[in-house]
């Protein structure tokens, strides 16, 4: 009987480091004990304790869940380890469409097809529409999507 809650504690132990460290190898291993207990209890003690060991597991592993998922991350001790604020700061600045479309820039970097280009004093990630446009060619910005401006060379634009 003691090796069968050796593993039960084992893995409550397990469970419960879990919490603290990255990852959910540490649970993995303590439901492990747990079934390794349960396993025991069959081949020792017969059917009875393996069933009884069955649904000591089962409210062990129920237990825990309700802990990690619903208590925990209200508790006092989530709280300390919670961000409370953030710098409301963005990657790149916003790209007002008016002020860029129609603009030429220059290639900093081969777009090829994607690349970096200046306007003015600002850089911003651009996709050459043509596939291929050298560092230090000019562009003409023609739209832009989400995150980057589109352009073609400037020789290549056309009128129509």
Same mark, same amino acid.
């Given at each position: 009987m003691s090796l069968v809650l050796l593993f039960f504690a084992v893995g409550i132990l397990l469970v419960g480091v879990d919490v603290f460290v990255?990852? !959910?190898?540490?649970?993995?291993?303590?439901?492990?004990? %747990?079934? =390794?207990?349960?396993?025991? =209890?069959?081949?020792?003690?017969?059917v009875n304790a393996g069933a009884y060991a069955s649904?000591? +597991?089962?409210?062990?592993?129920?237990v825990a869940l309700y802990l990690e998922l619903e208590w925990l991350p209200k508790s006092r001790l989530a709280r300390?380890?919670? %961000?409370? !604020? %953030?710098?409301?700061? #963005? !990657? #790149?600045? =916003?790209? +007002? +469409? &008016? /002020?860029v479309v129609g603009q030429r820039a220059v290639a900093i970097t081969p777009l090829a097809p994607t690349g970096v280009?200046?306007?003015?004093? &600002? &850089?911003?990630?651009?996709?050459? &529409?043509?596939?291929?446009v050298a560092a230090g060619a000019a562009v003409d910005i023609i739209d832009l999507d989400n995150f980057r401006?589109?352009?073609?060379?400037?020789? /290549?634009?056309?009128? /129509?």
């Open positions: 990255p990852g !959910s190898l540490l649970g993995v291993l303590g439901g492990m004990a %747990w079934v =390794a207990g349960v396993a025991v =209890a069959f081949s020792r003690f017969g649904g000591v +597991a089962l409210v062990l592993g129920g300390k380890f919670s %961000w409370k !604020s %953030w710098s409301g700061g #963005q !990657s #790149q600045p =916003a790209i +007002a +469409a &008016r /002020t280009v200046a306007l003015g004093d &600002r &850089r911003y990630e651009a996709f050459a &529409r043509s596939g291929h401006l589109i352009v073609v060379q400037s020789s /290549t634009i056309s009128t /129509t």
